[in-house]
């Protein structure tokens, strides 16, 4: 087992009170698994990505823990972390492409990153070469600057940098969004083959689009309203869902072949609740076409079958 | 009742305006009554820029655009009023077509004393609830609210009702599903489909292909301002011939079909028959790039309702 996090919750402090985006997470990945985490925005999905890395200031730990291999991160403990961030567990934030310092060469940020954790720059240097070369990019890029290059390149360099000490999981939010659809593929794919490759060994990737996952996850983890609905292999997660949510979510989405004509599709009525004061009990209730009198009490996270995690009444079988 | 008759667009650019960028050339196609045409491209195709010329908001450098038989361009003074009583566009972000200190509604007594100053408040009041209804919205769900109260579709669907208050006919909708999540995007296009069956015309702007697929008739690819590959929708889908359409719908993520069978279904027959590609049995090659009519291939009919103009001609990608 590599990554396993156990009832992780992490709250942002605001005026208004706590916005409970993370509130109650179980779940394990596995060597070389490429777990996808897909939901509506809002949903909590880069709160969880985060906290297994960096709690900044407004994020509040509120309880639970995350080991990775066998260590436990001190995740609440911003020095703490400082000895796995990078090394152990990375992360390529969204809008990573324009969080890359303007002022600097591409080699020479590198240079200083790996140097902060210890590292010298001659030490990884030819490696740099030869991944940087393995993704498609000239060795030349190393001597430009950021805004020299374009999306598709940038974030190619962006997965080299945040992957090239090795680190056991690797958290790559929302990295294919902002692409054309051919250059978003040759970054979905690069990903994969980074974990093929054994750059990593395992790999969270944020979505909010389903069909991605089914290209390069091995499993899904869908979270609806800061909690998590469903967890199963992708397969299983597109063609046999059983939270009521994931079902609603996949009948709702347009591919190549489907035709308003032929096939009209149905989106989910309603919107989130808020997480301020969420809702007691499945958070999904109000929206749930099959929310019966028990779903007013909190539904547990648990394996129904070999692989197979859902939070739903219903689908556990307990609406006798 | 739209047509747009070889258009193009330059772009005066560098500072002094000395340099001119080929936005858009030579387009043209046709959007009828009750039909959905979709207008796709990788970002930069000029996607934006043709909707634009159609809404007056920029001039046509070349060409003419024409709506009901009337020169676009030719429209000055107060009969520019009247084109866009019936001539509307939404666009990408709906959040920035709403000032955050005024409430939602606002768009909508702009509306009122922009075009009809004189209608009694009551009169009124039904007209907005109609346009409501038109978009499935619940009026006391969005009136007298801010901006910040409603969510990303709530506002993309009001600003679809502002445009049903006129005597709407015409709709240029510019990527206004991008920034919505999955389960109200298809609302979203099924409300504009729902217009369509009404008898509006829309041009329906986007560089998701999967949503072009689902709602429009009609396709038009266009890559680097040119018309490449379009047609009946579901033959450039089913049959695509280009070999830039091609890469695009092989691209695209799909839920049920991996990228790799996806690429060689299409490589199987997808325009080729025989080994053979549909564009050069019309139009055989004679070893000189950029053969036909000015620099450009013509566009040439490879079968009923489908035209394809082939920039690739003599080069040698496809087996001609
Ligand atoms: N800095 C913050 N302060 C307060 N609330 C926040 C902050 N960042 C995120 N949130 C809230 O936390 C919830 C989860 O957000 P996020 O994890 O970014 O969702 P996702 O990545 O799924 O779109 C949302 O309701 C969001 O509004
Ligand atoms: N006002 C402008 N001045 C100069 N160039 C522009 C302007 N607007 C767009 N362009 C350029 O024209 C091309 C087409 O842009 P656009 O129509 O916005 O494409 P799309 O909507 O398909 O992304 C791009 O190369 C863009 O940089
Ligand atoms: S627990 Fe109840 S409300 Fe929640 S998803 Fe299941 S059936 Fe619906
Ligand atoms: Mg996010
Ligand atoms: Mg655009």
Known sequence: MSLQVTDLRVYYRTLAGDVKALDGATFSIADKEIMGLAGESGCGKSTLGNSLIRLDGRMKYIGGSVNLDGNELPIWDQTGMNEFRFKQVSVIPQYAMSAMNPTRKIGKMIGELVESRGISY????????RRVDLVGLDEDVLNRYPMELSGGMKQRMVMVISTLLDPSLLIADEVTSALDVSTQRAVAETLVSFRDHGFVKSMIVITHDVSILYQTADTILIMYAGKLAEKAPT???????????????????????VRY??????????SPPSLLNPPTGCRFRARCPLAFAKCAEEPPFIKIANDHEVACWKATGSDA | MLSLNRVSKFYKIGTFGGKELAAVRDVSFDVNRGEVVS???????????????????????????????????????????????????VFQDPFSSYNPIFKADRVFTMIRSEYYPEMSRSDWDAKVETALAGVSLEPDQVLNKYPHQLSGGQLQRLLVARALLLDLKFLVADEIISMLDASTRIDVLNLLAELKDRGMGILFITHDLSLGNYISQKT???RRGVVVEMGATDKVFGNPTHPYTKVLISSVPQLHKKW??????????????????????AYPPTGQAGDGPGDRPAMVKVEDDHFVGCFDLGQGICKA
Do not use: N, W
């Not at chain 1, 004509?261 to 309603?270: D, M, N």
């Not at chain 2, 000029?46 to 060409?63: A, D, N, P």
């Open chain 2, 220 to 222: 038009v690819i266009l």
């Open chain 1, 261 to 270: 004509e032929t096939k009209k599709l149905v989106g989910i009525p309603g």
């Open chain 1, 122 to 129: 001659e030490e990884i240097k030819s490696e740099l070469d």
């Open chain 1, 235 to 257: 397969k299983t997660i597109i063609e046999k869902p059983l939270h009521p949510y994931t079902r609603m979510l996949i009948s709702s989405l347009p591919e190549v072949g």
């Open chain 2, 260 to 281: 790799a069978e996806v690429e060689a279904e299409i490589q199987a027959h997808g325009g080729d028959h025989d080994g053979v590609c549909l564009y050069h049995e």
């Open chain 2, 39 to 89: 207008l796709i491209g990788e970002s930069g195709s000029g996607k934006t820029t043709i909707g634009k010329m159609v809404l007056k908001l920029i001039e046509i450098s070349r060409g003419s655009i024409t709506f009901d038989g009337t020169d676009v361009a030719g429209i000055k003074g107060g009969a520019v009023k009247s084109y866009y009583r019936e001539v509307q566009g």
